[in-house]
């Protein structure tokens, strides 16, 4: 047992280059994952429990964060999250870090439900260079798959009297 505590560290790859440009290797690039992971689900609390950013971020925050416990290895840790080697998890980790701090500054989720948005209509022509995002018409076969729908579920009433369901 104790041999194998010892060993383990002295076998395990070195990384000599992440082979990107300023992207240097991080030694202990488990530990450091493991903390920004930490902090991150700690500084995800200040964002609404119902919102869909934090649900999100812990979420996938989480996953990182088991794989990381559970791996000792860098190269199981890049092989089972699958997002890139361990030094870009780390800058992402970072960035996430950043941006909730942003989030949490702007507030986006705090719009008073009575809020009501000015929408400009006019027939000015759109430029070439900007894309138009208008849907085009649904199919007819939507429109009779929802008629047969609706009208399967509306009640069959056969006499005067209220039914139970």
Known sequence: M???L??????AKVKETTGIVGLDVVP???EVLIGL???TLKEIQAVPEDE??????ESFTRHRLKVCQE????????KRLGCG??????????DELTLIGKMIEWDPWGVPDDYECEVIENDAPVPKHVPLHRPGPLPEEFY???EAIQQKDAPKVTSGEPQLK
């Open 6 to 11: 010892i060993s383990r560290p002295l076998m």
């Open 144 to 146: 009779k798959t929802l």
């Open 52 to 57: 869909g950013y934090r649900k999100a971020v």
């Open 37 to 39: 992971y930490n902090k």
């Open 2 to 4: 104790f041999l194998r």
């Open 28 to 30: 202990n690039a488990r």
């Open 71 to 78: 791996e000792e290895d860098w190269e199981m840790i890049e």
């Open 85 to 94: 080697q361990v030094e870009e998890l780390i800058e992402e980790a970072r």
